[in-house]
């Protein structure tokens, strides 16, 4: 069988954790790949004290992108923003635990651009609504 | 009619050294080729022939290497114009690929003509190389763009087409075989329409020149460009023909040297055509090695050439949905209606696992768009997957492509030969909250 698509790959495709939308997000970003056009939609519920209890994804694309986006919603679940934030390409693709070659590193890695987007766009949404000093 | 004598993919491959190739045990199955050709042991001679033995620049020197080189670069440029049935080799410049010679259209051309308000009518089909050159001059020079769009099977509608002509525009461009699904437009009636409606065409050639004969007088359009690299010959080559008292009204569109006469500190008098659009030295291995291309499928005979893709399509249309379960193959369902390209999606299976997968057997597919981001969006897909053929294509490479996609379906089916039907419920209803969070 071929270690590329192992069964934890292809189990997380058939069925993706975290799977849906939230009704009201603190943050969303939909992240494509320019290279083959796939999309995913990245939603967090992010609690006042920075931890991310709840997150939900959309989208379509192949194997890869949507198994590493169903593995990266459940490692960032119950985890602060500090720690997110630290979550480098590294975890990714270990928690993929498959040999990527560079022509699908962009597919392996969409789900943690997008969601890098998600929080640098929300950390700018509340910069702009909070009170100017006066 | 009779047909041509048939060309024997075999023999054809003992002329292209990637086949020598040792890929696993495997030899290559290269269906690749729309995006760009193997290139046979005649083109890579050529071109190391320039390097080692006359490597010299063209147009200048005054010594024996010069002067070869000066000849073989323009003899290259004569067998293009052959190739297409040129008046004049004059009508032929040399440019780095199809894009470029877009560019230089639009650019050249485009903006001295095109105004405000003014139309330029496009299709649904274009690649991104006929489409972005024309989005860029129609918002500089705040003209329209029109589309003809198409019918379930990817043919132009042709009612549409009538009624923008009928609006009157400057240009029409389009292409004369879709990179994407494979057809085939009428491209002499569509001319003439085009014409009798006052305006000027340009048409796409990259994926047709390959594919069978491409004669520019019957054709009849005013502007015509194509890629080298996808005709057997190497990258850094192509060619814009265009009619010649067009070319001698259109302004220069790189400028520096070898394109002009005469250069004072402030003017300078333009090259005759088409010098005056080759500025600085040229990628002249290339050209040498398209003239060498182009001699190798002469030889051939084009419409062998098209005849065999023709068989090849056939087939391939024939024995895919036969033995692949569910597949979806996407344009025109006959083969004299399409060149040698045929794209498809496996159900649940996205296009970029079938590529990596029929890599592993040494199988080398296209998964994407293929740079027509607007006509996977008409035909309702992301991406798809893409068989194309070349000379050296045979049988026994779809037969190849037919096991590999059974072993796909085999890998993604073997729990429960079912992938994640829940996915796409949530979809649209996920897309419409995503827009309205935003």
Known sequence: ????????????????????????????????????????????????????????????????????????????????????????????????GIEISPARLKCALLSL???????????????????PAV | MDRPHALDATTIRADFPIF?????????????????????????????????????NIHRGIYTIAEEATAAFERARAKVGRFLNARDSHEIVFVRNATE?????AYSWGRRNIGAGETVVLTELEHHANLVPWQLLAQEKDANLEFVPIDDEGRLVRETYEALLARGPR??????????????????????????????????????????????????????????????????????WARRELLEEMPPFLTGGDMIREVHLRQSEFNDVPWKFEAGTPDIAAAIGLGAALDYLDAIGMDRVREHERQLTAYALELLPREVP?????????????????????????????????????IAVRAGHHCTQPLHERIGEAATARASFNVYSGQDDIERLVEGLKKVQRIFGRSDGHVSPERDVHQEEATAVAGAAR
């Not at chain 1, 270690?3 to 934890?8: A, M, N, S, V």
């Not at chain 1, 169903?70 to 390409?89: N, P, Q, Y």
């Not at chain 1, 997008?114 to 009170?131: F, K, N, P, Y």
């Open chain 2, 101 to 105: 010679a877009i560019n230089l259209v």
């Open chain 1, 113 to 131: 651009d997008t969601l890098r987007r998600a929080l640098s766009d929300r950390v700018a949404w509340q910069a702009s609504t909070e009170t």
């Open chain 1, 1 to 96: 069988m071929d270690d590329l698509y192992r069964d934890e790959i292809l189990e997380h495709y058939r069925r993706p954790h975290n799977f849906g939308t939230l009704p009201e997000p603190d943050a969303v970003y939909e992240g494509s790949n320019p290279l083959c056009g796939d999309r995913i939609t990245l939603m967090l519920g992010v609690t006042e004290e920075g931890v991310v209890e709840d997150v939900a994804f959309t989208g379509r694309g192949c194997a890869i992108s949507q198994a590493s986006a169903s593995m990266l919603t459940d490692e960032i679940k119950g985890k602060s923003l500090d720690e997110v934030a630290r979550l480098g390409s590294d975890a990714v693709l270990d928690s993929l």
């Open chain 2, 171 to 240: 240009l029409v461009a389009f292409t004369h075989v879709s990179n994407g699904l494979g057809t085939i437009n009428p491209v002499r009636e569509m001319v003439d329409q085009a014409h009798a409606a006052g305006a000027l065409v340009l048409v796409d050639g990259a994926q047709a020149v390959p594919h069978g004969p491409v004669d520019v007088q019957a054709l009849d359009a005013d502007f015509y460009v194509f890629s080298g690299h996808k005709v057997l010959a190497p990258t850094g080559s192509g060619a814009l």
């Open chain 2, 326 to 362: 569910g597949i979806v193959l996407y344009g025109p369902t006959t083969a004299s209606e399409r060149a040698g390209i045929v794209t498809f999606n496996l159900p649940d299976v996205h296009p970029h696992d079938v590529a990596t997968l029929l890599d592993r057997e040494a």
């Open chain 2, 20 to 56: 020598e190739r040792d890929f696993g045990g495997r030899t290559l199955a290269y269906l690749d080729s729309a995006a760009t050709s193997l290139k046979p042991r005649v083109v890579s001679d050529a071109v190391h022939d320039y390097n080692v033995r006359y490597s010299a």
